[in-house]
């Protein structure tokens, strides 16, 4: 699974089009999203469900989740996209079954969970049937404060996960555009997860991303550039501050994040 630069919460087709035709325009010459495919990265194209949504039903959060008849027209046959679902719901008895559901969406590539330690073998099963489709583990708050806040146990609970998973996200923001605090600790997290599997498991970092934002995580980057996997593993995924007052995805806040990420990553 190739690094990304995610974009999440797309709701409409519409939007997802308009997002495209940014990618298009040229600056200094060359298209953006040549600047992103020079990296050998992918573009997110991020869409929030939940087990409300899956069913067809109308969203509570319309401004963040988005109709299931337009999940199924977002997403385009493309190398450079990413094209992932980003998963909740709270009952997991046929969790399986629901990601299967998922992966029948047109040109989906990624589910990524945003569950608090689902069932490994709801995705031992979901791998077995969809080995194609990729999964994004996040770590959030909750998940990190369930092995103690010990590193040594996270690294032993993803590796239970570590045959059914492409990726992990820590996102400890929960979607809420708190900053993320790149401090020792993570660094070192990120570090050893990139060491003990090799670098098989991706690794991304979300929390209050934006253009303004992105150069907070210099200090990993500068890391990682002076390790044997430099960063070809690091992933990124923005959502909250690239919106407005009224909780609409700005494009061209979106494409101005990817900008930054683009002279940081290179």
């Known amino acids: 699974m190739k690094p990304y630069f995610g974009v ?6 519409n939007e997802v089009e308009d997002f495209h035709a940014f990618l298009l325009k040229r600056i200094n010459g060359k298209e953006i999203h040549n600047y992103i495919a020079s990296l050998n990265r ?13 069913g067809g039903y109308i969203p509570s959060n319309p401004s963040r989740y988005p109709l299931l008849e337009e999940v199924q027209k977002m997403f385009t046959s493309n190398e450079l996209f990413l094209n992932t679902v980003h998963y909740n719901c709270d009952d997991w008895r046929d969790l399986t079954n629901q990601l299967c559901y998922i992966a029948e969406i047109s040109n989906v590539n990624a589910i990524q969970l945003n569950l608090k ?24 708050a909750g998940a990190y404060y369930e092995v103690g806040q010990s590193p040594t146990a996270l690294y032993a609970r ?22 993320v605090d790149v401090n020792d600790n993570l660094i070192k997290i990120v570090h050893d997860l990139h060491t003990r599997f090799n670098g098989k498991i ?7 991303l ?57």
Request: proline content about 3%.
């Open 8 to 13: 999440t919460g797309f709701v409409t087709h």
């Open 42 to 54: 992918q573009i997110m194209i991020g869409v929030l469900m939940n087990r409300k949504t899956l």
């Open 117 to 140: 330690w689902p069932y490994i073998e709801s995705l031992k099963e979901f791998k077995e049937v969809c080995p194609h489709i990729n999964i994004i583990l996040q770590i959030g």
């Open 158 to 179: 993803i590796g239970e996960y570590a045959p059914y998973i492409d990726s992990i996200l820590f996102d400890m923001s929960g979607g809420q555009g708190k900053l």
């Open 202 to 208: 991706g690794v991304g970092i979300a929390g209050g």
């Open 210 to 266: 934006c253009a303004e934002s992105v150069p907070n995580l210099l200090r990993i980057t500068e890391h990682m550039k002076k390790t044997d996997f430099g960063l070809n593993n690091i992933s990124t995924d923005a959502e909250s501050l690239i919106r407005d007052g009224n909780d609409t995805l700005i494009i061209e806040e979106a494409i101005k994040y990817l900008l930054a990420s683009y002279s940081l990553f290179v």
